[in-house]
């Protein structure tokens, strides 16, 4: 059964570790998340954006797939259903359609016109059981065609935002999606900490897990981070392992191209990585 993010969000902030939202793409990538989850049993977030949705042909499709894939795994622990990074149309189609979570990113519009949206779309998901996400200020790199600086939110923008009845708060902190460059800068730790104490105890989100030092990922965890999307990670573990799989002609060796058997080493490559970050995150038996 899906479950909205709000309870295992608060749980993780109130014990110290974080929930991760690893972004889905086909039936491999859920079935590799939803397995890793149940078998370290740990919470988990299955994050989709709108071109994942677009992809596999719509949200509705995403929703009777996960839901009917924890009913044919036994998966018992708490799966949220989350859109990432959706825009004001797209959270309310998820809505409808059946996610449990969504993130609405108005970071592009002024703070006014953020604020306006958030608060039709609070009142939208709540009504529904639904939690929601909203963002301050944009992350970097690049997200479906949307490309950041990796800025820094405003912790007095933040706390407008908070103060909407949002479940959970991105606020950029230097983070950026993608692959970080060789001159990145790290995480800003003073802005997080502002950010903390204007919007008290609200759980809040770090977008672009991927590739950031363990010691920042558990430091921003200490200063009450308690979700961490992943998603490039994931992907390049899958490339990486199809890649492979191909270089050693396995595909030319009897059935080896039957895309079960094609497609399994990039499934295992995924569960590695999950079980990884679970590992990182903390979240390991907290279901």
């Not at 110290?16 to 690893?22: E, L, Q, S």
């Not at 989850?37 to 677009?54: F, H, M, R, T």
């Not at 859109?83 to 108005?106: N, Q, T």
């Amino acid at each position: 059964m899906l479950v909205n993010a709000t309870e295992m969000l608060k749980k993780a902030k109130a014990e110290g570790y974080a929930v991760g939202a690893f972004n889905i793409n086909n039936l491999e990538w859920t079935k590799a998340i939803l397995l890793t989850a149940q078998e370290n049993n740990s919470p988990v977030i299955l994050g989709v954006s709108e071109g994942a949705g677009k992809y596999m042909t719509g949200f509705k499709t995403v929703t009777a797939m996960v839901k009917a894939m924890i009913e044919e795994l036994n998966i018992t622990v708490p799966v949220a259903l989350h859109l990432d990074h959706g825009s004001y149309e797209g959270a309310k189609k998820c809505i409808e359609a059946g996610f449990s979570s969504v993130m609405f990113d108005g970071s592009h519009y002024s703070i006014e016109e953020n604020i306006e949206k958030t608060k039709e779309l609070v009142e939208y998901a709540h009504s529904n059981g639904i939690s929601i996400e909203a963002e301050v200020g944009s992350i970097g790199g690049e997200e479906d065609g949307v490309i950041g600086r990796g800025e820094v939110a405003d912790a007095d923008e933040c706390k407008l935002i908070a103060d909407l009845g949002i479940d959970m708060l991105a606020a950029g902190i230097g983070n950026i999606h993608g692959k970080y460059p060789a001159n990145w800068q790290g995480l800003d730790f003073v802005a997080l900490e502002k950010i903390k104490e204007k919007t008290e105890g609200m759980p809040l989100v770090l977008h672009g897990g991927t590739g950031i030092p363990e010691d920042m990922i558990k430091k921003a965890i200490s200063l009450g981070v308690a979700k961490i999307n992943v998603n490039t990670e994931c992907q390049l573990a899958f490339a990486e392992a199809t890649r492979k799989y191909i270089e050693e002609g396995k595909d030319l060796q009897g059935k080896g191209f039957d895309p079960r058997k094609l497609l399994n080493p990039g499934f295992e490559g995924i569960k590695a990585c999950v079980k990884e970050k679970m590992q990182l995150f903390g979240s390991i038996n907290k279901a």
